[in-house]
């Protein structure tokens, strides 16, 4: 009897299994296919390359060229004399261009100290799920700029090399959700010529930058350059910026406040001025515009 | 001997279930071509699965949204960001069958119209979907393909009033598939 009753509950265990097995094949007949095996690499961390100032851990797509227009009015604390700023304004025009999802270039001119740059941006690392799992993206910079701006005392024996500025940066960041992405920034800037003995020539800084996205157009965007203590000059101040990305189809504009007035790494790293507490904050904003040069072979 | 007719009643339920030859392809392609009076946007998808149970006539698809390559790479961004959020909803599935299989002898070199009726689910809406389907044979692959219109509003994908003249309402779809017997 005993017996008889076990085999009841073992048969009935193997029927749950049976019809187990059977209710599964029917329902998903695409899992016995398995996985899909392709690896998805995490796109759109930031609407763009920059995520105010910095650098942020996207490139631009291969083939595409992104013209950018960058502006920042003067400081908040000009008072309506200088009607909050309004009555200056320092640019940046430049354009970056993607050779590869992974290489991209980009150059530009600010009229902060007449200055022309270039920059060669790689993607070491991509943040992907899928064949090959990668928690983070980075990326690597090296950024030069000149200046150009006439020698200020053109009786001395002026050097060529006085004029140049390198920057070198790493980019780790991760786009944790579809809304939130965090990216830190380690650099190094380089200048040949610094007013002061107590300056130092190399500069070593950290960036740290992230947005939150509060609709499929807009997004928040905060960066701050914490910068080693006893580097540079007591009057120069870290770099810290608010901002937000509106996306328009072909164009992202940026509308920020910050207290750097120079868009090169050179100048919003190690030479910021602009202090938060006493008003030194400019409106700003940037317009970038992509157009397809070359399109991709499907 | 309870031992024995214990064993019997296992496998015979296993090979219940598992007979029939299956049919898949993990390369099926997916065009979707979207032909607005300002722009004609087309995105393709090489790597779409695909399975067919010949015993049943039942079949399913699956798309991965991000793998859709478009000709601009901001549209594709836009593809995914914006209209597909396919971060939350990363595929597009239909689950369907063949309507009258059990009439249908596949043989080869032949040609098949045939009616597919099921559910297709995709950006988190899952929508009843009947649609024509040429089916044929060769060299013991099964081919498959279809092509039919999807009505985008109908899976809650909203078109800003900007773009309206740049993506169209309806998108065509097209398909194309060769499925092997699957060895098992």
């Not at chain 1, 970056?96 to 007449?114: A, C, M, P, Q, V």
Request: glycine letters at 6%; proline letters at 2%.
């Amino acid at each position: 009897m005993i017996l008889v009753r076990y085999t009841f509950f073992i048969v009935m265990i193997m029927a749950a299994a049976d019809g187990q097995i059977l209710a599964q094949k029917e329902q998903t007949l695409l899992s016995l296919l398995g996985r899909e095996e392709t690896t998805e690499y995490a796109a759109a961390s930031f609407k763009t390359d920059h995520v105010i100032n910095l650098h942020s851990l996207e490139s631009t797509a291969a083939g595409v060229l992104d013209v950018k227009i960058c502006h920042r009015f003067g400081f908040l604390s000009g008072g309506l004399y200088q009607l909050f700023g309004l009555d200056q304004a320092t640019i940046r025009i430049g354009a970056d261009y993607g050779i590869t999802d992974r290489l991209s270039i980009g150059l530009g001119r600010s009229s902060y100290e007449k200055t022309y740059d270039g920059f060669i941006k790689y993607k070491l690392l991509r943040q992907s799920t899928g064949l090959r799992n990668m928690p983070f993206t980075v990326a690597i910079l090296g950024t030069t700029c000149i200046e150009t701006v006439h020698w200020a005392h053109p009786e001395r024996d002026n050097l060529f090399t006085s004029r140049l500025y390198h920057v070198a940066q790493i980019i780790i960041g991760r786009k944790f959700s579809s809304a939130f992405s965090f990216q830190v920034s380690p650099t190094l800037v380089h200048r040949n010529l610094v007013s002061t003995v107590a300056e130092k020539n190399d500069v070593i800084a950290f960036g740290f930058a992230g947005r939150i996205k509060l609709s499929k157009r807009l997004s928040l965007n905060a960066e701050y350059i914490y910068l080693l203590p006893d580097q540079v000059s007591q009057a120069v101040h870290n770099s810290l910026s608010f901002g937000f990305d509106i996306e328009t189809g072909g164009h992202v504009f940026q509308l920020h406040l910050t207290n750097s007035t120079s868009m090169v790494e050179r100048g919003f790293v190690a030479e910021n001025i602009g202090d938060w507490r006493k008003g030194d904050i400019h409106i700003g904003f940037n317009i970038s515009r992509v157009f397809t040069i070359v399109k991709p072979k499907t | 001997m309870k031992k024995y007719i214990l064993l019997f009643l296992f496998f015979t339920g296993f090979i219940a279930v598992s007979s029939g030859q299956k049919y898949y392809s993990k390369t099926g392609h997916v065009q979707f071509i979207s032909d607005a009076p300002i722009e004609k946007i087309t995105a393709d998808n090489n790597n779409s699965y695909i399975i067919f149970d010949s015993a049943t006539g039942k079949f399913e698809f699956s798309s991965l949204v991000k793998g859709f390559t478009f000709q601009k790479a901001l549209m594709q961004e836009h593809f995914n960001e914006n209209y597909m959020e396919s971060d939350d909803y990363p595929k597009a599935i239909y689950k369907g069958s063949i309507t009258d299989w059990s009439t249908l002898h596949l043989m080869n070199d032949h040609v098949y119209q045939v009616n597919v009726d099921g559910q297709l689910t995709m950006h988190g809406v899952t929508k009843p979907f009947k649609s024509k389907a040429e089916l044929s044979m060769k060299n013991g692959n099964v081919i498959a393909s279809s092509s039919f219109d999807i009505v985008i509003e109908d899976f809650n994908i909203q078109i800003p009033k900007v773009v309206k003249d740049n993506i169209s309402k309806t998108v065509r779809v097209n398909v194309k598939a060769e499925l092997v017997p699957m060895n098992k």
